[in-house]
């Protein structure tokens, strides 16, 4: 882990993330990408063996990315991320607030899936092999909300992890200011 001295405080101050932090941060980052993908490609799909496959990956990946972010998060509330880097208090807020709202959706999309998928009547069994318990029960007219309420909370992950990367593009093109260094293995 990369630190330097603060001139204030003369303590030492993380300027990367840990080796785990990082590795938890890629993975959800490649799992939601490919889940929202597969999401989107198998909904407009006629009923088939392809489709039924795909739901039951989605619901597999779903479930990986809720225990995955569960860790994550004990993670980040058991160990101290890096300083912020120097920005406008907007900024800072808006990093904040986005990075807020991206945990909550880490969680809100596949507990809604978990439980639109209960309401719907079909079992999650994980990977095949570890039966789920129903978080409602089948209800055919509540199974049709929750798969908006999914629908519209994978949507809203969608736009935040956009305003993410812009602003991962903002620091690394116009700001220059080595913030993309701090989430990417390898020596800062």
């Not at 799992?31 to 990956?57: C, E, H, Q």
């Not at 779903?62 to 900024?91: C, E, F, H, N, Y």
């Not at 629908?151 to 220059?176: M, N, Q």
């Amino acid at each position: 882990m990369t630190t330097v001295v603060s001139p204030i405080t003369r303590q030492p101050v993380k300027r990367r993330y840990d080796t785990f932090a990082m590795l938890l941060h890629w993975v959800l980052a490649v799992g939601i990408i490919a889940t929202f993908g597969v999401g989107l490609y198998m909904s407009d799909l006629p009923f088939s063996m392809t489709r039924l496959k795909l739901y039951n990956w989605h619901k597999w990946a779903g479930v990986t990315i809720l225990v995955l972010s569960a860790l994550r998060l004990l993670w980040r509330l058991a160990s101290k991320p890096p300083a912020d880097l120097p920005m406008p208090a907007w900024q800072a807020r808006a990093a904040h607030l986005v990075h807020g709202l991206l945990y909550l959706t880490f969680f809100a999309v596949p507990l809604s899936g978990w439980a639109y998928s209960s309401a719907a009547g079909f079992p999650i069994v994980w990977f095949g092999v570890l039966p789920l318990p129903d978080l409602v029960s089948p209800d055919k007219a509540l199974a049709h909300t929750l798969k908006e309420i999914h629908e519209l909370f994978a949507y809203g992950l969608a736009a935040l992890v956009l305003a993410h990367l812009g602003a991962v593009v903002k620091h690394v093109v116009i700001d220059r200011d080595g913030l993309l260094q701090r989430m990417l293995p390898g020596r800062g």
